[in-house]
């Protein structure tokens, strides 16, 4: 039971140290870890919630099927060429 609390209360892993660097180097480091740390923590969310999963299950298929539809059904308007550019 113990080992479980503390894998519980250690921090999570981030890509980069939050040690200031110069320049744009510094910039993109301290995206990057917020990105990962952004990741890190909506993995927890969606292990934690098993319904927010199959919302995000849910409407991700809803999206694909959305594209699918306007890929398949669009049709691109037919102007009439003129023979002298207008």
Not at 54 to 63: G, Q
Request: glycine letters at 4%.
């Amino acid at each position: 039971m113990c080992c479980i609390s503390a894998a519980r209360q250690r921090n999570a892993p981030v890509l980069f140290s939050d040690q200031e660097s110069p320049g744009v180097y510094g910039k993109v480091r301290k995206a990057a870890s917020s990105i990962d740390r952004f990741s890190i923590r909506l993995g927890i969310f969606l292990r934690r919630y098993p319904m927010a999963r199959v919302f995000v299950i849910l409407y991700i298929a809803l999206l694909h099927l959305w594209v699918m539809v306007v890929l398949l059904t669009y049709t691109p308007e037919m102007h009439p060429s003129h023979p002298d550019g207008r």
